[in-house]
Every structure is written in C-alpha cells, then in structure tokens.
C-alpha cells in the first residue's frame, strides 16, 4: 500500500482494445472492458482512475454496506452501487473485479469472482495465509481467468531499465543487495487503521504491506538467480497500544538474506520512519556495477561503477525497448507512480483480451510473497534461518 520534442517515438503500455474482443477464457464480450470495484478507500479511487487511463468504463461498485458502497460510488463518479459484494461479482455487465477491499476479504471475494467467470486484479497480500494463496492460484488457472496482483512498481520505466542491465550482464555478477521500504504515517500511537488489527489486516502488517512490494520488485529485477532462498529477521512493534485497543502486527522488519545465485542482502521496512513518505529503494552491487532505483526519484538510475559513476534519466531513444514502451511521454515529463499504476492496468487489461504483456504480475507473484512473508515471521519468531520454499 502507498500514501496517500526531439524524443523516439515510444509504445504505450497495452491498453484496452476498443474493438469486440474475446477474453482469455474465450467468452465474447463488448470491446471496451468493463471493471467492478470492491472497496471504496484510497485503493478504489486509485484502481478507478488507472482503469479508466487505460480505456475500460467502471460500471459498479460494492463496499462493507449498501451505504458505504453508495458513498463511494457516488464520490468515484460509477452508476451503479451495489447492495453486496456477491451482486457485484454475479453482475454479467462486468468483466473484471477489482478486490480492494481490507486484506482478510481479499481470498473469499477473489476466489468468489474467479467461480463467477471474471478476471480480477487483487490488492496484495492477495491472502493471509499460503494455503488460501494456493487455492486461489489453482482457481485462477482452473478458470482460465487473467488474475493479477499490483506490483506497480515493476512498472517504473527505470527499474524495467535495471532488469534489463541485470539480464545482459552489464552489472556482472550480482554479489549483494539492499533494500529498504520507509513510511512515516503509522508513527504516532493514535495513528489507527484497519490494516494494524489482525483480523482484518493479517498476521504481518509492515512486511505483508509493503515488505510484499520490496521482495517482487527485488525479484522481479534480479530473475531467477535473485529469488530468496534463505532468511532470518527481527520485527518491532513500537507501540504495543493504538487508540486504547493492543497492536499484535509489527511496525518493522529487518531481514537477512541469500539469493539463489548466491548474493546476500537485507531488507528493512518501516511504517514509523519520520519524514519517509513512501520511499522504496533497491540498491544492487555486482562485480562490474552497481545500480541504484528509489521510488521517490523514479525518473532516474543511479549507475556506479569502480571508475566513474552517471545518473542515468529516463529517455526512450536511450532506453532498452520495456523500458522504452513504459516511457509513455517524452523525456523531461516526469513519470511517476499514478503513471505506474496506469501501466499495470493496462497489462492486465490486455491480457484480458488475449495479449501477453511482459513483466505482469500474477496471482503466483502474490503467492510468493505470501511465502516470503509467512518466512520473515517464523524466522522472526523463532530466532532462526529459515529456507524460503
């Protein structure tokens, strides 16, 4: 979760098809998809304006109640608020759900959806525990649906430039990494939210909230060789009380780690780091460079190297073709996360209409983190290493 001329020609990322299109499981459908939302927080109003950047109307929502569904219709400017979540998902006027709901909801309204025929994007964690993360990729496979999680910040024209480095070899071999992910908006005591309850929000807060989005941007850019095979961390939580009722889920982590191609690393998340908004750094040092991505600055690559180091902007003549595609506006525009999240909707959308865009996060990417998190806790709890399966 976040918190709140002269250039190449350059290809945008898929976007909705607007002609009769057939999805991927082979029913036909009107060209221009059409989204229901599930949620009416912050999430929903982001989901809302990337899908319809990326060409689809939203045609209904739902929320906990009638009322609060109708709220947030209202506010997100969509015709029709739904009575139940159930309605929605049955709805044959929509094509896609999008589950935005709070983070224990996420398995029954997504595995709900996938049985009704609909391809559906799933905020992450895209369940609290492994076994439903499981159930639901098996779901999605069964049902020959498009299921996607928002890793976003895959979507980055400079960090598709880092993966892109990594896999050429330009980096050499990769000896270590270093991550962090740091928000301030949970730091005082009487900051509450939904997500610092268990029950709604899971066993792990900082690390299944945005540790999930560190491990798959690590990954994703690393590939195979970068995957985590084995780890140890240490969680805090600072304020054992919010709001008068006890916290049960951590303020922080620190992990240590190695990668299958045998790099170590670590990874700190924070939600009580004064003055960090919503800073997302993955810093990778291997035998020829080094190469630096932070979210906040996402227009530029720092390149290190023994002798002599560049930033590197974003600039499509300059860039390799995914990070080129990503760059949707010419060099000195700047890019950022709305941007992103634009790019990913219009991936999944395109794979609804049977393209394969590259790089799309899929219900196994938010099976992996679910796995890589269900790790950073019992290592946490147990004092120990634990392997990653």
Same mark, same amino acid.
């Given at each position: 979760?976040?918190?709140?001329?002269?250039?190449?020609?350059?290809?945008?990322?898929?976007?909705?098809?607007?002609?009769?299109?057939?999805?991927?499981?082979?029913?036909?459908?009107?060209?221009?998809?059409?989204?229901?939302?599930?949620?009416?927080?912050?999430?929903?109003?982001?989901?809302?304006?990337?899908?319809?950047? =990326?060409?689809?109307?939203?045609?209904?929502?739902?929320?906990?109640?009638?009322?609060?569904?109708?709220?947030?219709?209202? $506010?997100?400017?969509?015709?029709?608020?739904?009575?139940?979540?159930?309605?929605?998902?049955?709805?044959? #006027?929509?094509?896609?759900?999008?589950?935005?709901?709070?983070?224990?909801?996420? #398995?029954?309204?997504?595995?709900?959806?996938?049985?009704?025929?609909?391809?559906?994007?799933?905020?992450?964690?895209?369940?609290?525990? $492994?076994?439903?993360?499981?159930a639901l990729v098996a779901a999605a496979s069964a049902a020959g649906r498009v299921a996607a999680v928002p890793f976003v910040y895959r979507y980055h024209a400079m960090v598709r430039e880092a993966r892109a480095r990594i896999a050429r070899g330009d980096t050499g071999r990769v000896l270590s990494v270093r991550g962090s992910y740091l928000q301030d908006w949970l730091l005082e005591s009487d900051d509450v939210d939904w997500r610092v309850d268990s029950a709604a929000g899971g066993p792990s807060r900082a690390f299944a909230d945005i540790g999930s989005h560190l491990v798959? %941007?690590?990954? +994703?850019?690393?590939?195979?060789?970068?995957?985590?095979?084995?780890?140890?961390?240490?969680?805090?939580?600072?304020?054992?009380?919010?709001?008068?009722?006890? !916290?049960?889920?951590?303020?922080?982590?620190?992990?240590?780690?190695?990668? #299958?191609?045998? #790099?170590?690393?670590?990874?700190?998340?924070?939600?009580?780091?004064?003055?960090?908004?919503?800073?997302?750094?993955?810093?990778?040092?291997?035998? !020829?460079?080094?190469?630096?991505?932070?979210?906040?600055?996402?227009?530029?690559?720092?390149?290190?190297?023994?002798?002599?180091?560049?930033?590197?902007?974003?600039?499509?003549?300059?860039? $390799?073709?995914?990070?080129?595609?990503?760059?949707?506006?010419?060099?000195?525009?700047?890019?950022?996360?709305?941007?992103?999240?634009?790019? +990913?909707? =219009?991936?999944?959308?395109? =794979?609804?209409?049977?393209?394969?865009?590259?790089?799309?996060?899929?219900?196994?990417?938010?099976?992996?983190?679910?796995?890589?998190?269900?790790?950073? %806790? =019992?290592?946490?709890?147990?004092?120990?290493?634990?392997?990653?399966?």
């Amino acid at each position: 979760m976040t918190r709140p001329g002269g250039a190449a020609p350059v290809v945008t990322a898929g976007a909705a098809r607007p002609a009769a299109a057939v999805g991927a499981g082979g029913t036909s459908r009107p060209g221009r998809v059409r989204v229901g939302i599930v949620g009416g927080g912050f999430m929903a109003r982001v989901h809302a304006a990337a899908a319809r950047t =990326a060409g689809a109307e939203v045609v209904a929502l739902a929320s906990s109640t009638p009322e609060s569904a109708a709220r947030a219709a209202a $506010s997100l400017r969509v015709a029709r608020a739904h009575a139940s979540v159930a309605d929605l998902v049955d709805d044959p #006027a929509v094509d896609v759900v999008h589950v935005c709901s709070p983070n224990a909801s996420h #398995a029954p309204v997504a595995l709900a959806a996938l049985r009704a025929g609909k391809h559906v994007v799933c905020e992450k964690p895209l369940a609290t525990t $492994s076994q439903e993360g499981e159930a639901l990729v098996a779901a999605a496979s069964a049902a020959g649906r498009v299921a996607a999680v928002p890793f976003v910040y895959r979507y980055h024209a400079m960090v598709r430039e880092a993966r892109a480095r990594i896999a050429r070899g330009d980096t050499g071999r990769v000896l270590s990494v270093r991550g962090s992910y740091l928000q301030d908006w949970l730091l005082e005591s009487d900051d509450v939210d939904w997500r610092v309850d268990s029950a709604a929000g899971g066993p792990s807060r900082a690390f299944a909230d945005i540790g999930s989005h560190l491990v798959d %941007l690590l990954e +994703f850019v690393l590939g195979d060789a970068g995957r985590l095979v084995r780890l140890s961390s240490t969680t805090t939580t600072v304020h054992r009380e919010r709001g008068g009722r006890p !916290v049960d889920t951590e303020d922080e982590a620190a992990v240590v780690f190695e990668t #299958a191609g045998g #790099a170590i690393g670590t990874l700190f998340v924070s939600q009580v780091a004064p003055g960090r908004k919503n800073r997302l750094l993955l810093d990778v040092a291997g035998t !020829v460079e080094s190469l630096e991505f932070s979210q906040e600055e996402p227009e530029t690559l720092w390149v290190g190297r023994r002798r002599g180091t560049e930033v590197l902007a974003r600039d499509a003549a300059a860039l $390799s073709p995914d990070a080129a595609r990503l760059s949707i506006v010419p060099a000195g525009h700047p890019l950022g996360y709305v941007d992103a999240f634009a790019a +990913f909707v =219009a991936d999944v959308y395109d =794979a609804v209409d049977g393209g394969t865009p590259e790089g799309l996060p899929t219900f196994d990417d938010g099976l992996r983190a679910i796995r890589v998190t269900e790790g950073v %806790l =019992a290592a946490a709890a147990g004092r120990r290493w634990v392997d990653v399966p």
